[in-house]
């Protein structure tokens, strides 16, 4: 039995609500001036914390808003209202900024909270859907939400009002992500569980270096090559040239498309395959995972200005969680 339009919780309730919902964030976008410049200027000009405060729905954005401005370069925490007012103001420091969520701009909550701003001269930046709210008023830059409606039926139930309040919230941690120049390296040092900081992974962090490496001269037989490739276990061997320049490899392939009775007198030049592919130590481990991929092979070597430094393997990517 399939549910209809007319049904309860058929589809068109749920679409009507995304589509309230992303017309609210369109005239968010729409409604951007340079109040949101000067908002950025000040997160971006503290020195210690951004203090993100908010109460019921409004802490609960402020909450992921605090996360994600500290997960993507900018030291941010959230602080409850209601215990800062038994104790908890002494977690704002004159460093800090503050910015406060309150859709009506009249949370009893943060009234101490901002007489507290005020007091001690620290930035407040006010997030509320009312321009003429305390809050507004009495922030040092007043971010105002457009007035749309909201998707629950009554008008009630913070909805869309919240989802613009996160979407403003992404909005800014991300803008100061690119004006501070935020890497992807960044990021990992605040990423390092998990599977997000496993795909950032440097080859470098895993390839293996020094005396793992299988290396080998151009002039050297086929018994020496044989050898070092049993000896070092990579089903490989480098082919350096008298400047250590990495000039070709020669794999398990090369010897099955050599094999006959003159293989063992043959040198490692002469059955190599020139040009390898290879890949940079600073190159994230998931693109050596996508080039062996692409090539059917399994191990890359590493090199820097054409020397290799490290050789790393599927399988060293795979135990690291990288895939």
């Known amino acids: 039995m399939s549910l209809t339009d007319n049904a309860p919780g058929g589809l068109s309730l749920g679409q009507r609500v995304l589509r309230l919902e992303a ?7 729409a409604s951007l001036d340079d109040a949101f410049v000067h908002a950025l200027e000040l997160m971006e000009r503290m020195t210690d914390r951004v203090i993100v405060t908010g109460m019921g729905k409004s802490g609960h954005v402020a909450c992921k808003i605090a996360a994600t401005l500290a997960s993507t370069g900018t030291p941010a925490m959230f602080v409850h209202p209601a215990e800062a007012s038994h104790g908890d103001l002494g977690m704002i420091t004159s460093d800090d900024v503050v910015v406060a969520l309150s859709n009506s701009g009249e949370t009893t909550e943060l009234a101490d909270l901002i007489n507290y701003t005020r007091r001690f001269c620290i930035p407040l930046i006010g997030i509320t859907g009312r321009a003429d709210s305390t809050l507004a008023h009495e922030s040092d830059v007043a971010l105002v939400l457009p007035s749309t409606p909201e ?3 009554m008008g009630l139930a913070p909805t869309t009002s919240t989802t613009v309040m996160l979407g403003l919230g992404d909005a800014l941690a991300v803008a100061l992500l690119e004006r501070k120049a935020f890497t992807a390296d960044d990021f990992r040092q605040f ?8 795909r950032l992974l440097r080859v470098s962090s895993l390839m293996h270096s020094g005396d793992e490496l299988p290396l080998i001269d151009p002039d050297a037989t086929m018994p020496e090559a044989l050898i070092r490739m049993t000896a070092k276990r990579f089903g490989c061997v480098g082919v350096v040239d008298s400047e250590n320049r990495l000039t070709g490899v020669v794999t398990d392939g090369d010897l099955r498309r050599h094999m006959s009775a003159d293989l063992l007198n043959l040198s490692a030049g002469e059955v190599m395959t020139v040009d390898p592919k290879t890949i940079r130590p600073d190159a994230l481990a998931v693109e050596a995972i996508s080039t062996m991929n692409e090539l059917g092979i399994t191990n890359l070597f590493v090199v820097d200005d054409k020397r ?11 135990r690291a969680g990288v895939v």
Do not use: S, T
């Open 23 to 29: 017309k609210g964030l369109e005239a968010l976008a």
């Open 151 to 153: 998707a629950c039926p």
């Open 191 to 198: 990423h390092p569980g998990g599977k997000l900081g496993r």
């Open 308 to 318: 290799p430094v490290g050789i790393i393997h599927v399988h060293d990517c795979l």
